[in-house]
C-alpha cells in the first residue's frame, strides 16, 4: 500500500474537488485512429482536417451547413398509413417507429426543406440514417416524391442527399 495514493491523494482531490470533463470532447478518426478535438470537426463541417474522413452528420445540421446562413423553411411530409402491412419481427413496425420518432425527435428518415444556396432558391431533400438505419418506408417515399413536386412546382433545382 502507498501512502501517496492512500492518504495524500484523497485529501487533495476532497480539498480541490474533481473536475468533471465531457465524454465527448474527443473524436477518433476511424481511417487513422487519431485522436480529434471535438470542436475542430465540428467547425469543419464533420470532416477529419489530416485525414479527410467525412463522419456522420445529422439531417437538421446538414442543412444548416448547406444553406446560405443556415435558413431554411421544412416542407411538411405527406400523411400515410403507418404500417398497412402489420408488419412485425422481433417487434412491431409500428412499436418500432414510435420509438425512433421519441428518440431522433423526426416523423421519418426523410426531411425535405427549401432555401437560399448563393441566393438562388433550391429544394433539398435529406435522408436521415439516425432514424431506423435509415429505412426507407411508404412514408419516406412519399416525402421524397413531395420534394420532387415541390421542386417542379416551384421551377428550381432539388438536391437528394441519401
Not at 42 to 58: D, L, R, T, Y
Amino acid at each position: 500500500m502507498n501512502w501517496i495514493t492512500n492518504y495524500v491523494r484523497p485529501r487533495l482531490n476532497s480539498m480541490l474537488g474533481r473536475r468533471e470533463t465531457p465524454e465527448n470532447l474527443w473524436i477518433k478518426c476511424p481511417e487513422t485512429g487519431e485522436m480529434v478535438f471535438h470542436a475542430d470537426v465540428e467547425e469543419n463541417q464533420w470532416v477529419i482536417p489530416v485525414s479527410g474522413h467525412h463522419m456522420k452528420i445529422a439531417a437538421r445540421q446538414r442543412l444548416t451547413h448547406f444553406y446560405d446562413d443556415g435558413a431554411f423553411q421544412e416542407i411538411a411530409n405527406p400523411e400515410v398509413a403507418q404500417d398497412p402491412l402489420r408488419f412485425r419481427d422481433q417487434k412491431k413496425y409500428s412499436d418500432r417507429l414510435r420509438e425512433n420518432r421519441l428518440k431522433t425527435g423526426l416523423e421519418d428518415s426523410i426531411i425535405n426543406a427549401t432555401g437560399k444556396l448563393e441566393g438562388m432558391e433550391i429544394v433539398t431533400t435529406v435522408h436521415d440514417f439516425t432514424f431506423m438505419g435509415g429505412s426507407l418506408g411508404m412514408a419516406a417515399g412519399e416525402a421524397i416524391i413531395r420534394g420532387f413536386e415541390t421542386a417542379i412546382e416551384k421551377k428550381c433545382p432539388m438536391v437528394l442527399f441519401a
